[in-house]
């Protein structure tokens, strides 16, 4: 007879533990389901960190929910340079369909002194913790929100299902006590930014350079005279003997900005480029076409082997007559830098 009722009483056990199993599996589901009814935009994220800006703890939850007719509003506190509150609606917001929720909303607390027609653009996130795990639920949508006179509350009304908070397992309400947090970050429109766009063969951007008596020339290198085009000064540098490793082998061409020094730090100019040396009998020129960015560190560019001596001397190729060597520089594309104001950032 003892076994009899033990064996029953070991049966009945495992029945209610599985019933319970069931019933916890099914809560599970449900609240599940309850969170993904919530608006499909809302990010829901799990984090460690605590809310950067304020957080709000409430003991006796329970009394808090019974006493207030609607909303519980928090202290003013300041972030990103503005005041703002947190309300709460412990029974949800009903006007916005938030009944069976927490709904739970940032507001622009104190706008005296702004001017008519204000608008300030923030992105937040809300919080709630996880007392068990020590870890917080976020809430936020990623979004720009423009709090203004006309509308100065955003939130969320179903942030999250009465029946997931009030779950003790859920970690949100412990105690009676849950924690609830708000993190905002203002974007201000500074109106700092650049303005790129590229000039094609600007006014005055091709530059011709009689070099005479070539063959007396003896210094290393020779300045052409200075060019304006595209609103700066350009030179072209001559090393009729070569420069470098190529001295005594090629003819070196560089064509050089003159007025870097005008420029604010930072700046750098883009330029497509063309140099080249004339035949000047039957226009077979020779001209190489370069790309490069010039700067206040890199203020000239051009090829140490821009062309063999043995090809400028060779007669034939009409290079050098009456001992006239004659160096072009054609700027064929040109960039143009200003800040959004217009404001050119040559210095005057």
Same mark, same amino acid.
């Given at each position: 007879?003892?076994?009899?009722? @033990?064996?029953?009483s070991t049966m009945n056990t495992t029945k209610i533990k599985s019933s319970l199993e069931v019933m916890k599996k099914k809560l599970k589901e449900e609240e599940k389901?309850?969170?993904?009814?919530?608006?499909?935009?809302?990010?829901?994220?799990?984090?460690?960190?605590?809310?950067?800006?304020?957080?709000? =703890?409430?003991?006796?939850?329970? *009394?808090?929910?019974?006493?207030?007719?609607?909303?519980?509003?928090?202290?003013?506190?300041?972030?990103?340079?503005?005041?703002?509150?947190?309300?709460?609606?412990?029974?949800?917001?009903?006007?916005?369909?938030?009944?069976?929720?927490?709904?739970?909303?940032?507001?622009?607390?104190?706008?005296?002194?702004?001017?008519? #027609?204000?608008?300030?653009?923030?992105?937040f996130k809300l919080f709630v913790h996880d007392q068990l795990q020590d870890k917080y639920l976020t809430i936020g949508d990623g979004r720009l929100k423009r709090f203004?006179?006309?509308?100065? @509350?955003?939130?969320?009304?179903?942030?999250?299902? *009465?029946?997931?908070?009030?779950?003790?397992?859920?970690?949100?309400?412990?105690?009676?006590?849950?924690?609830?947090?708000?993190?905002?970050?203002?974007?201000?429109?500074?109106?700092?930014?650049?303005?790129?766009?590229?000039?094609?063969?600007?006014?005055?951007?091709?530059?011709?350079?009689?070099?005479?008596?070539?063959?007396? *020339?003896? @210094?290393?290198?020779?300045?052409?005279?200075?060019y304006l085009a595209g609103q700066h000064q350009w030179k072209l540098k001559l090393f009729p003997n070569g420069h470098m490793e190529q001295r005594g082998k090629h003819?070196?061409?560089?064509? #050089?900005?003159?007025?870097?020094?005008?420029?604010?730090?930072?700046? =750098?100019?883009?330029?497509?480029?063309? *140099?080249?040396?004339?035949?000047?009998?039957?226009?077979?020129?020779?001209? =190489?076409?370069?790309?490069?960015?010039?700067?206040?560190?890199?203020?000239?560019?051009?090829?140490?082997?821009?062309?063999?001596?043995?090809?400028?001397?060779?007669?034939?190729?009409?290079?050098?007559?009456?001992?006239?060597?004659?160096?072009?520089?054609?700027?064929?594309?040109?960039?143009?830098?200003?800040?959004?104001?217009?404001?050119?950032?040559?210095?005057?």
């Amino acid at each position: 007879m003892d076994t009899e009722v @033990k064996i029953f009483s070991t049966m009945n056990t495992t029945k209610i533990k599985s019933s319970l199993e069931v019933m916890k599996k099914k809560l599970k589901e449900e609240e599940k389901e309850a969170m993904e009814k919530v608006t499909v935009d809302t990010v829901r994220e799990e984090r460690h960190v605590a809310p950067a800006h304020y957080s709000m =703890k409430i003991d006796s939850f329970s *009394l808090l929910s019974e006493m207030v007719d609607n909303s519980y509003e928090s202290r003013e506190f300041e972030a990103s340079g503005y005041k703002w509150k947190l309300v709460l609606y412990p029974n949800g917001d009903k006007s916005r369909n938030g009944d069976g929720y927490i709904s739970l909303y940032l507001v622009m607390a104190d706008t005296t002194g702004f001017s008519p #027609g204000w608008e300030i653009n923030a992105i937040f996130k809300l919080f709630v913790h996880d007392q068990l795990q020590d870890k917080y639920l976020t809430i936020g949508d990623g979004r720009l929100k423009r709090f203004s006179a006309i509308k100065n @509350k955003w939130g969320f009304p179903q942030m999250l299902s *009465l029946s997931i908070f009030n779950n003790a397992s859920n970690g949100y309400l412990i105690g009676d006590s849950c924690v609830f947090g708000v993190e905002v970050f203002v974007i201000k429109n500074e109106g700092k930014g650049e303005h790129f766009s590229m000039i094609k063969d600007p006014s005055g951007g091709t530059f011709t350079w009689e070099v005479q008596k070539f063959s007396e *020339l003896t @210094k290393e290198f020779y300045y052409s005279q200075v060019y304006l085009a595209g609103q700066h000064q350009w030179k072209l540098k001559l090393f009729p003997n070569g420069h470098m490793e190529q001295r005594g082998k090629h003819l070196s061409l560089y064509l #050089g900005l003159d007025d870097c020094t005008k420029f604010h730090a930072g700046w =750098k100019l883009f330029v497509e480029f063309t *140099l080249r040396i004339r035949d000047q009998v039957r226009s077979h020129h020779h001209e =190489k076409t370069i790309r490069k960015w010039f700067s206040a560190s890199e203020d000239d560019w051009g090829l140490t082997s821009f062309i063999s001596l043995t090809e400028i001397k060779n007669q034939s190729n009409n290079f050098v007559v009456n001992d006239s060597l004659i160096v072009e520089g054609v700027l064929n594309r040109l960039s143009v830098l200003k800040d959004f104001d217009g404001a050119s950032l040559i210095r005057k």
